[in-house]
Protein backbone atom coordinates (compact mmCIF):
# COMPACT_ATOMS: atom_id res chain seq x y z
CA UNK A 1 0.00 0.00 0.00
CA UNK A 2 1.66 3.51 -0.77
CA UNK A 3 1.82 6.12 1.63
CA UNK A 4 -0.37 8.89 1.78
CA UNK A 5 -0.04 11.75 0.97
CA UNK A 6 -0.15 15.33 2.73
CA UNK A 7 -4.41 16.03 3.58
CA UNK A 8 -3.56 19.31 2.94
CA UNK A 9 -0.86 20.36 0.79
CA UNK A 10 -0.98 16.91 -1.16
CA UNK A 11 2.48 16.50 -2.21
CA UNK A 12 4.55 15.72 0.80
CA UNK A 13 3.85 12.56 2.37
CA UNK A 14 2.12 12.35 5.42
CA UNK A 15 3.89 11.25 8.58
CA UNK A 16 1.56 12.12 10.96
CA UNK A 17 -2.23 12.53 11.86
CA UNK A 18 -3.58 15.20 14.24
CA UNK A 19 -5.14 13.86 17.73
CA UNK A 20 -7.32 17.41 17.11
CA UNK A 21 -8.84 16.58 13.86
CA UNK A 22 -7.70 13.38 12.40
CA UNK A 23 -6.02 15.09 9.41
CA UNK A 24 -2.80 12.81 8.30
CA UNK A 25 -0.58 15.33 7.67
CA UNK A 26 3.22 16.48 6.65
CA UNK A 27 5.18 18.02 9.24
CA UNK A 28 5.46 21.58 7.66
CA UNK A 29 2.07 21.38 7.31
CA UNK A 30 1.70 20.52 11.00
CA UNK A 31 4.15 23.24 12.23
CA UNK A 32 2.32 25.53 9.92
CA UNK A 33 -1.68 24.91 10.81
CA UNK A 34 -0.01 24.51 14.54
CA UNK A 35 1.41 27.90 14.68
CA UNK A 36 -1.47 29.90 12.54
CA UNK A 37 -4.15 28.24 15.14
CA UNK A 38 -2.35 29.70 18.10
CA UNK A 39 -2.12 33.48 15.87
CA UNK A 40 -5.56 33.20 15.12
CA UNK A 41 -6.36 32.33 18.86
CA UNK A 42 -4.13 35.22 19.40
CA UNK A 43 -5.61 37.87 17.03
CA UNK A 44 -9.03 37.06 17.45
CA UNK A 45 -8.92 37.76 21.17
CA UNK A 46 -7.34 41.01 20.72
CA UNK A 47 -4.91 39.59 23.20
CA UNK A 48 -1.47 42.31 22.91
CA UNK A 49 -0.80 45.71 21.60
CA UNK A 50 1.89 46.64 19.57
CA UNK A 51 4.98 47.78 22.07
CA UNK A 52 3.82 45.33 24.73
CA UNK A 53 6.25 44.13 27.39
CA UNK A 54 5.40 39.92 27.64
CA UNK A 55 6.72 37.36 30.01
CA UNK A 56 6.86 34.00 29.14
CA UNK A 57 5.80 31.92 32.49
CA UNK A 58 8.42 29.59 32.29
CA UNK A 59 8.87 25.78 33.77
CA UNK A 60 11.04 24.46 30.89
CA UNK A 61 8.16 21.85 30.62
CA UNK A 62 6.88 21.51 26.87
CA UNK A 63 3.98 23.73 27.43
CA UNK A 64 6.18 26.58 28.49
CA UNK A 65 9.10 25.68 25.84
CA UNK A 66 6.66 25.57 22.96
CA UNK A 67 4.88 28.61 24.30
CA UNK A 68 8.39 30.28 23.88
CA UNK A 69 9.51 29.17 20.59
CA UNK A 70 5.78 29.61 18.91
CA UNK A 71 5.56 33.28 20.60
CA UNK A 72 8.71 34.24 19.21
CA UNK A 73 8.28 32.52 15.53
CA UNK A 74 4.88 34.54 15.45
CA UNK A 75 6.57 37.76 16.92
CA UNK A 76 8.85 37.94 14.06
CA UNK A 77 6.36 36.70 11.54
CA UNK A 78 3.45 38.77 11.78
CA UNK A 79 5.39 41.52 13.62
CA UNK A 80 2.83 41.57 16.71
CA UNK A 81 6.06 44.06 18.29
CA UNK A 82 6.18 42.52 21.41
CA UNK A 83 8.91 42.07 24.23
CA UNK A 84 9.39 39.08 25.01
CA UNK A 85 11.11 38.12 28.56
CA UNK A 86 11.18 34.82 30.14
CA UNK A 87 9.81 34.41 33.91
CA UNK A 88 10.53 31.44 35.96
CA UNK A 89 9.47 30.13 39.17
CA UNK A 90 11.79 28.11 41.74
CA UNK A 91 9.56 26.75 44.14
CA UNK A 92 12.13 24.98 45.50
CA UNK A 93 11.69 21.46 44.81
CA UNK A 94 14.98 19.27 44.68
CA UNK A 95 15.49 16.67 42.18
CA UNK A 96 13.09 18.33 39.58
CA UNK A 97 12.73 22.00 39.79
CA UNK A 98 16.44 22.70 40.36
CA UNK A 99 17.03 20.16 37.08
CA UNK A 100 14.49 21.80 34.93
CA UNK A 101 15.52 25.46 35.67
CA UNK A 102 18.69 24.17 33.68
CA UNK A 103 16.41 23.81 30.70
CA UNK A 104 14.74 27.57 31.26
CA UNK A 105 18.39 28.80 30.96
CA UNK A 106 19.79 27.06 28.22
CA UNK A 107 15.96 28.12 26.47
CA UNK A 108 16.99 32.00 27.22
CA UNK A 109 20.08 31.05 24.71
CA UNK A 110 18.48 29.66 22.40
CA UNK A 111 15.24 32.46 22.13
CA UNK A 112 17.54 35.06 23.15
CA UNK A 113 15.41 36.15 26.05
CA UNK A 114 16.15 38.01 28.99
CA UNK A 115 15.52 35.68 32.01
CA UNK A 116 14.33 36.46 35.41
CA UNK A 117 14.11 33.57 38.02
CA UNK A 118 12.11 34.23 41.19
CA UNK A 119 12.37 31.79 44.67
CA UNK A 120 9.32 30.66 47.23
CA UNK A 121 12.62 31.04 49.44
CA UNK A 122 13.16 34.38 48.29
CA UNK A 123 9.49 35.45 48.73
CA UNK A 124 8.09 33.49 51.04
CA UNK A 125 11.00 31.97 53.50
CA UNK A 126 9.56 28.79 52.62
CA UNK A 127 10.73 26.03 49.41
CA UNK A 128 8.19 23.36 49.21
CA UNK A 129 10.37 20.79 50.49
CA UNK A 130 10.26 22.61 53.79
CA UNK A 131 6.49 22.92 53.28
CA UNK A 132 5.78 19.33 52.38
CA UNK A 133 8.11 18.14 55.05
CA UNK A 134 5.60 19.68 57.54
CA UNK A 135 2.19 19.35 56.06
CA UNK A 136 2.96 15.99 54.12
CA UNK A 137 2.05 15.76 50.86
CA UNK A 138 -1.81 16.04 51.29
CA UNK A 139 -2.57 19.64 50.50
CA UNK A 140 0.43 20.46 49.25
CA UNK A 141 -0.67 21.33 45.96
CA UNK A 142 -2.71 24.09 47.72
CA UNK A 143 -0.04 26.07 48.60
CA UNK A 144 2.24 25.66 45.48
CA UNK A 145 -1.05 26.90 43.32
CA UNK A 146 -1.42 29.83 45.98
CA UNK A 147 1.92 30.76 45.69
CA UNK A 148 2.80 30.15 42.41
CA UNK A 149 0.41 32.02 40.85
CA UNK A 150 0.81 35.40 43.36
CA UNK A 151 4.96 34.76 42.67
CA UNK A 152 4.58 35.04 39.08
CA UNK A 153 2.61 38.53 39.14
CA UNK A 154 5.12 39.66 41.31
CA UNK A 155 7.94 38.44 39.26
CA UNK A 156 6.04 40.62 36.65
CA UNK A 157 5.80 43.49 38.58
CA UNK A 158 9.32 43.31 39.18
CA UNK A 159 10.34 43.36 35.47
CA UNK A 160 7.42 46.04 34.97
CA UNK A 161 5.85 43.79 32.24
CA UNK A 162 2.31 44.55 30.45
CA UNK A 163 1.08 40.90 29.84
CA UNK A 164 1.94 37.39 31.34
CA UNK A 165 1.31 34.45 29.34
CA UNK A 166 1.59 30.68 30.48
CA UNK A 167 1.38 27.82 28.70
CA UNK A 168 -2.01 26.47 29.91
CA UNK A 169 -3.52 24.15 27.45
CA UNK A 170 -6.79 22.82 26.07
CA UNK A 171 -6.56 19.93 27.83
CA UNK A 172 -5.98 21.97 31.15
CA UNK A 173 -9.03 23.96 30.59
CA UNK A 174 -11.17 21.28 30.71
CA UNK A 175 -9.58 19.74 33.57
CA UNK A 176 -10.06 22.17 35.35
CA UNK A 177 -14.25 22.79 34.07
CA UNK A 178 -14.71 19.14 34.76
CA UNK A 179 -13.15 20.21 38.38
CA UNK A 180 -15.14 23.00 39.30
CA UNK A 181 -17.98 20.99 38.16
CA UNK A 182 -17.08 17.84 40.39
CA UNK A 183 -16.35 20.06 43.03
CA UNK A 184 -20.35 22.08 42.72
CA UNK A 185 -18.22 25.17 42.03
CA UNK A 186 -20.26 26.45 39.65
CA UNK A 187 -19.32 30.15 40.43
CA UNK A 188 -15.89 29.53 38.41
CA UNK A 189 -16.80 28.32 35.57
CA UNK A 190 -17.23 31.72 33.73
CA UNK A 191 -13.64 32.61 34.79
CA UNK A 192 -11.87 29.31 34.13
CA UNK A 193 -12.48 29.20 30.40
CA UNK A 194 -11.51 32.46 29.76
CA UNK A 195 -8.22 33.07 27.96
CA UNK A 196 -7.74 36.39 29.35
CA UNK A 197 -7.74 37.22 32.95
CA UNK A 198 -6.95 40.63 34.54
CA UNK A 199 -7.92 42.08 38.23
CA UNK A 200 -8.01 45.54 39.56
CA UNK A 201 -4.46 44.91 40.98
CA UNK A 202 -2.60 42.18 39.52
CA UNK A 203 -1.42 42.23 35.70
CA UNK A 204 -2.83 40.95 32.69
CA UNK A 205 -2.77 37.10 32.09
CA UNK A 206 -3.68 34.90 29.00
CA UNK A 207 -3.21 31.50 27.53
CA UNK A 208 -2.35 31.95 23.28
CA UNK A 209 -2.73 27.40 23.90
CA UNK A 210 -5.95 27.87 25.20
CA UNK A 211 -7.62 25.46 22.27
CA UNK A 212 -4.27 23.59 21.48
CA UNK A 213 -4.26 20.24 22.12
CA UNK A 214 -1.15 18.85 24.91
CA UNK A 215 -0.97 16.05 22.47
CA UNK A 216 -0.49 18.16 19.36
CA UNK A 217 2.02 20.35 21.72
CA UNK A 218 4.33 17.41 22.41
CA UNK A 219 4.01 16.37 19.02
CA UNK A 220 5.48 20.15 17.81
CA UNK A 221 8.06 19.82 20.47
CA UNK A 222 9.44 16.37 19.50
CA UNK A 223 9.28 17.12 15.59
CA UNK A 224 10.94 20.25 16.00
CA UNK A 225 13.38 18.97 18.22
CA UNK A 226 12.88 21.16 20.90
CA UNK A 227 15.05 21.29 24.47
CA UNK A 228 12.37 20.58 27.47
CA UNK A 229 12.24 19.23 30.66
CA UNK A 230 9.59 16.21 31.23
CA UNK A 231 9.70 14.80 34.70
CA UNK A 232 6.72 15.14 36.13
CA UNK A 233 6.25 17.02 39.86
CA UNK A 234 7.31 14.28 42.46
CA UNK A 235 4.66 16.35 44.87
CA UNK A 236 1.76 15.93 41.98
CA UNK A 237 0.72 12.25 41.90
CA UNK A 238 -1.85 12.57 44.95
CA UNK A 239 -3.20 16.11 43.75
CA UNK A 240 -7.16 16.24 42.90
CA UNK A 241 -6.37 16.88 39.11
CA UNK A 242 -5.16 14.13 38.20
CA UNK A 243 -8.43 12.38 38.79
CA UNK A 244 -10.10 14.82 36.34
CA UNK A 245 -7.02 14.06 34.08
CA UNK A 246 -7.64 10.09 33.57
CA UNK A 247 -11.52 10.96 33.48
CA UNK A 248 -10.52 12.81 30.64
CA UNK A 249 -8.23 10.94 28.62
CA UNK A 250 -11.07 7.97 28.82
CA UNK A 251 -13.50 10.89 27.55
CA UNK A 252 -10.85 12.05 24.62
CA UNK A 253 -10.09 8.16 23.69
CA UNK A 254 -13.96 7.31 23.09
CA UNK A 255 -13.88 11.16 21.41
CA UNK A 256 -11.07 13.22 20.66
CA UNK A 257 -13.45 16.15 20.61
CA UNK A 258 -14.37 16.24 23.96
CA UNK A 259 -11.73 18.68 24.95
CA UNK A 260 -12.60 21.49 22.94
CA UNK A 261 -16.71 19.94 23.56
CA UNK A 262 -15.79 21.03 27.38
CA UNK A 263 -14.45 23.95 26.95
CA UNK A 264 -17.07 25.73 24.44
CA UNK A 265 -19.52 23.78 27.37
CA UNK A 266 -17.80 26.15 30.36
CA UNK A 267 -18.06 28.62 27.99
CA UNK A 268 -21.80 28.48 27.48
CA UNK A 269 -22.56 28.25 30.94
CA UNK A 270 -24.79 31.07 32.35
CA UNK A 271 -24.33 31.54 35.90
CA UNK A 272 -27.21 32.46 37.72
CA UNK A 273 -26.88 35.99 39.22
CA UNK A 274 -28.14 34.53 42.88
CA UNK A 275 -25.05 32.40 41.98
CA UNK A 276 -23.23 35.37 40.63
CA UNK A 277 -24.39 36.98 44.41
CA UNK A 278 -22.31 34.55 46.50
CA UNK A 279 -18.98 35.22 45.05
CA UNK A 280 -17.03 37.60 47.55
CA UNK A 281 -16.13 40.81 46.23
CA UNK A 282 -12.47 41.61 45.42
CA UNK A 283 -10.51 43.61 48.04
CA UNK A 284 -7.10 44.30 48.52
CA UNK A 285 -5.09 41.68 51.11
CA UNK A 286 -4.31 44.34 54.12
CA UNK A 287 -0.95 42.82 55.12
CA UNK A 288 1.00 42.44 51.61
CA UNK A 289 -1.80 44.21 49.34
CA UNK A 290 -2.58 41.40 46.84
CA UNK A 291 -5.92 40.93 45.37
CA UNK A 292 -7.97 38.88 47.79
CA UNK A 293 -11.48 38.36 48.42
CA UNK A 294 -10.85 38.62 52.33
CA UNK A 295 -9.30 40.76 54.53
CA UNK A 296 -6.28 38.51 54.63
CA UNK A 297 -5.38 36.93 50.75
CA UNK A 298 -4.93 33.43 50.45
CA UNK A 299 -1.08 33.27 50.69
CA UNK A 300 -1.18 35.43 53.26
CA UNK A 301 -3.24 33.19 55.62
CA UNK A 302 -1.29 30.17 54.33
CA UNK A 303 2.23 31.31 55.31
CA UNK A 304 0.92 32.53 58.75
CA UNK A 305 -0.37 28.94 59.18
CA UNK A 306 3.22 27.79 58.30
CA UNK A 307 4.79 30.34 60.54
CA UNK A 308 2.76 29.38 63.40
CA UNK A 309 3.31 25.44 62.81
CA UNK A 310 -0.62 25.33 61.86
CA UNK A 311 -0.07 24.87 58.14
CA UNK A 312 -3.76 23.71 57.80
CA UNK A 313 -4.85 26.84 58.99
CA UNK A 314 -5.31 28.19 55.10
CA UNK A 315 -6.78 25.16 54.13
CA UNK A 316 -9.66 24.43 55.79
CA UNK A 317 -12.50 27.12 57.86
CA UNK A 318 -12.29 24.50 60.90
CA UNK A 319 -8.43 24.53 61.18
CA UNK A 320 -8.69 28.23 60.40
CA UNK A 321 -10.94 29.48 63.47
CA UNK A 322 -8.72 27.28 65.56
CA UNK A 323 -5.46 29.38 64.71
CA UNK A 324 -7.77 32.56 65.35
CA UNK A 325 -8.93 31.35 68.49
CA UNK A 326 -5.08 31.53 69.74
CA UNK A 327 -4.92 35.32 69.43
CA UNK A 328 -3.52 37.58 66.87
CA UNK A 329 -0.43 37.19 64.95
CA UNK A 330 3.00 37.33 66.49
CA UNK A 331 4.66 40.80 65.70
CA UNK A 332 7.59 39.34 64.22
CA UNK A 333 5.79 36.53 62.06
CA UNK A 334 7.70 36.52 58.77
CA UNK A 335 5.03 38.57 55.73
CA UNK A 336 5.47 38.93 52.38
CA UNK A 337 6.40 41.93 50.97
CA UNK A 338 3.69 44.57 49.93
CA UNK A 339 3.09 43.93 46.57
CA UNK A 340 2.93 47.00 43.80
CA UNK A 341 0.90 47.25 40.84
CA UNK A 342 3.90 48.04 37.75
CA UNK A 343 2.67 51.96 36.65
CA UNK A 344 2.42 50.96 33.22
CA UNK A 345 3.82 53.08 30.16
CA UNK A 346 1.50 54.48 27.35
CA UNK A 347 0.43 51.77 24.80
CA UNK A 348 -1.19 52.81 21.73
CA UNK A 349 -4.99 51.39 21.57
CA UNK A 350 -4.14 49.45 18.29
CA UNK A 351 -4.27 45.80 18.92
CA UNK A 352 -1.99 43.00 17.05
CA UNK A 353 -5.70 42.22 15.53
CA UNK A 354 -5.66 45.36 13.90
CA UNK A 355 -2.34 45.36 12.18
CA UNK A 356 -1.83 41.85 11.15
CA UNK A 357 -2.38 41.09 7.69
Known sequence: MPPKTCALCSSARAILKRPKTGQQI????????????????????????????????????????????????????????????????????????????????????????????????????????????QIGKKNNCTFCGVFRRQALDRGAAILNVDHIVTGHNADDIAETVLMNIMRGDIARLGRCTSIC??????????????????????????????????????????AYRGHARAFLKDLEAARPSAIIDIIHSGEAFEIKEVVKATQKIQQTCKRCGYMSSNELCKACTLLEGLERGMANAGVTDRARKKMDAEGPAPENLRIIPFFQQPAAPHRTDISIADTST
Not at 63 to 85: F, P, Q
Not at 204 to 228: G, N, T
Open 26 to 133: CKDCFFYVFETEVHNTITEAQLFKPGDRVAIGASGGKDSTVLAHVMKTLNDRYNYGLELLLLSIDEGITGYRDDSLETVKRNQEQYDMSLKILSYDELYGWTMDAIVA
Open 197 to 238: TQGEDTIKRSKPFKYAYEKEIVMYAYFKKLDYFSTECIYSPD
